[in-house]
């Protein structure tokens, strides 16, 4: 029977004054999930903390926790930020990027909208499995910027999808079969703005999860901390369990 050990937490850095970062940490479902409100926008602490109460009474509410019911829950945030934005805000958006890992019996799912990030600390390699929906990732996809200039360019806040900014939200969704051992990380862009993975990968290594994450969060605030900064930290821990599957990740983009 597998079990989950997870540590969350959440710090408005060391420049911003309010903190638009939002997190749910329900290991008991199998449920993890990072909100960033958008700095850009109206509202992103409302933003972020409104799609982490929608899933979470949705996972509440659930006998049975599953990816369709995960991302309907982010489908109705998103129009619950939109009629939020139309009755309040006078033209102006409450937007929020969103990720969510969903541990199951036999497989993990990331689901996510914009630039919050989900790893995968495999056997002392680590990777990013979810792909940043943001305007100089799709510049680096195209060849036109290498990662080094993606950091620094002038566009590398801008988002191009998020929760609660446009009237229907395109959910993307990876799956794979989780093996005894894995440590899985969540985190908002404040954190990965100020770590490499390199650094990322050496702080996880840790074998206990809570001091894993804490040596995270002061790493970035030691970096300097310009932005909200929110990590989750999650370990597979099993007894007397063997994966037969062959792990593979599949890309979905159903939703």
């Known amino acids: 029977m597998k079990k989950l050990v997870s540590h969350a937490q959440t710090h408005k850095g060391l420049i911003r004054k309010l903190n638009e970062d939002a997190c749910l940490d329900m290991p008991g479902s199998g449920v993890w999930l990072v909100a960033d409100g958008m700095g850009g926008h109206a509202a992103g602490d409302i933003a972020s903390q409104l799609v982490v109460d929608t899933v979470k009474i949705a996972v509440q509410r659930s006998e049975q926790v599953s990816v369709e019911l995960l991302t309907d829950a982010l489908h109705q945030a998103n129009a619950e930020l939109n009629a939020y934005s139309a009755q309040h805000l006078d033209g102006h958006l409450a937007g929020s990027t969103v990720v969510v890992l969903f541990i199951d019996k036999v497989h993990y799912h990331f689901m996510w909208a914009g630039d919050s990030r989900g790893y995968l600390l495999r056997h002392n390699a680590l990777r990013q499995v979810t792909r940043d929906h943001s305007q100089v990732n799709e510049m680096?996809?195209?060849?036109?910027?290498?990662?080094?200039q993606a950091e620094q360019h002038e566009l590398a806040n801008v988002i191009t999808?998020?929760?609660?900014?446009?009237?229907?939200?395109t959910i993307d969704i990876v799956s794979g079969v989780w093996q005894p051992g894995d440590v899985f990380l969540l985190c908002s862009d404040g954190l990965n703005k100020e770590l490499s993975d390199t650094e990322i990968c050496q702080y996880l290594s840790h074998n206990n999860i809570a001091e894993a994450n804490r040596a995270l969060l002061h790493g970035t605030l030691v970096a300097?901390?310009?932005?909200?900064?929110?990590?989750?930290?999650?370990?597979?821990?099993?007894?007397?369990?063997?994966?037969?599957?062959?792990d593979k990740t599949i890309p979905l983009y159903l939703k």
Do not use: F, W
Not at 140 to 148: F, I, K, M, R
């Open 140 to 148: 680096v996809e195209q060849g036109l910027l290498n990662s080094d």
């Open 161 to 169: 999808r998020a929760v609660g900014v446009d009237p229907y939200l």
């Open 224 to 246: 300097g901390a310009r932005d909200n900064v929110t990590c989750i930290v999650i370990k597979v821990d099993i007894d007397n369990h063997i994966v037969n599957e062959k």
